[in-house]
């Protein structure tokens, strides 16, 4: 993943902002639960740079994601973005999966980047038709907005998620910068958001501290952290969020979806593994850690 990629990290500031007015007023009205849903994963199960590290030396790319299911219980299904797939691939996906795991499906860029949400009806309606095979193992899914779909695009925005249908579960990722100002565009779109049902996503990313806004509108958080190569920070910055996650669900945050990204994908499972360790510890979960090899193929 590229977007924030920096050259020197160290100048970067990684200080978590504070919870948004909208977050604290969200959490005022919940009660904590006695178990909530934590899913943490990565964002793609077809890397050949797993083999040997997540995946046992050998395996074949058909059958990465019978390996992935077995390490993590969420995929960020970044590859139904560029293509929607047949309905039968997605029943083998969910069938492959145990329960419990739960796919997130990104928006078709069909919708969100050709149709940037206009006249993009029919395409909404197959895209939700399709992921739907999921059933029970559909997470929630999301719409990207590139960072040329600012304020201009403002009544787009609002139309396409009025059209949406009641009660399906989404999320709504912006990235033009306009669209993290504190203007009441920007509090008109989240007041719907909330209004509506649509979780925010909260980006974490070296280059782009604005878009980690710390705006909830639903009791889902949608986190998409975007790390560096295992620096020193990506812990730091994984220890912030553990705080933050804490708190969240001891005021009764009720589902957390937290996606790891690296700018090279190859370190994912390590900083994985790390934060899985850590929430357990410190929010008493029991959430199953990726299990790495060493190099003879061995588990660690």
């Not at 029970?136 to 201009?152: M, V, Y």
């Not at 899985?276 to 199953?288: F, P």
Request: hydrophobic fraction near 35%; charge should be neutral.
């Amino acid at each position: 993943m590229d977007f924030g990629r920096v050259d020197d990290v160290d100048a970067v500031d990684f200080t978590m902002p504070p919870d948004d007015r909208l977050t604290k007023e969200l959490l005022k009205g919940l009660k904590k639960k006695a178990k909530p849903n934590v899913y943490i994963g990565c964002a793609k199960w077809g890397r050949t740079d797993w083999i040997g590290k997540l995946y046992p030396k050998g395996t074949k790319q058909s059958d990465f994601l019978q390996h992935y299911v077995q390490h993590f219980n969420c995929i960020e299904l970044n590859a139904m973005f560029y293509q929607l797939f047949p309905k039968a691939t997605v029943q083998k996906w969910a069938d492959t999966a145990p329960k419990g795991f739960k796919f997130c499906p990104k928006f078709t860029q069909s919708i969100t980047h050709i149709k940037r949400l206009k006249n993009a009806e029919r395409d909404t309606e197959n895209f939700i038709d399709t992921v739907s095979v999921f059933g029970d193992k559909l997470g929630t899914s999301f719409i990207q907005l590139g960072d040329n779909f600012g304020p201009k695009d403002y009544a787009s925005i609002h139309d396409y998620l009025r059209s949406l249908p009641k009660g399906f579960d989404a999320a709504i990722e912006f990235r033009h910068p306009d669209l993290h100002k504190d203007t009441a565009l920007v509090h008109d779109t989240y007041a719907l958001m909330r209004e509506l049902g649509i979780s925010s996503v909260i980006t974490d990313t070296a280059g782009r501290r604005d878009v980690m806004h710390m705006k909830l509108t639903t009791p889902t958080a949608f986190v998409r952290w975007v790390g560096n190569s295992l620096h020193k920070s990506d812990f730091d910055r994984v220890d912030a969020w553990i705080d933050r996650i804490q708190l969240w669900l001891d005021n009764g945050l009720e589902t957390l979806y937290f996606f790891i990204h690296q700018h090279d994908e190859l370190y994912s499972p390590e900083i994985s593994g790390y934060m899985i360790e850590q929430l357990n510890k410190r929010c008493k979960l029991n959430i199953a850690p990726p299990k790495l090899l060493n190099p003879q193929g061995e588990l660690f």
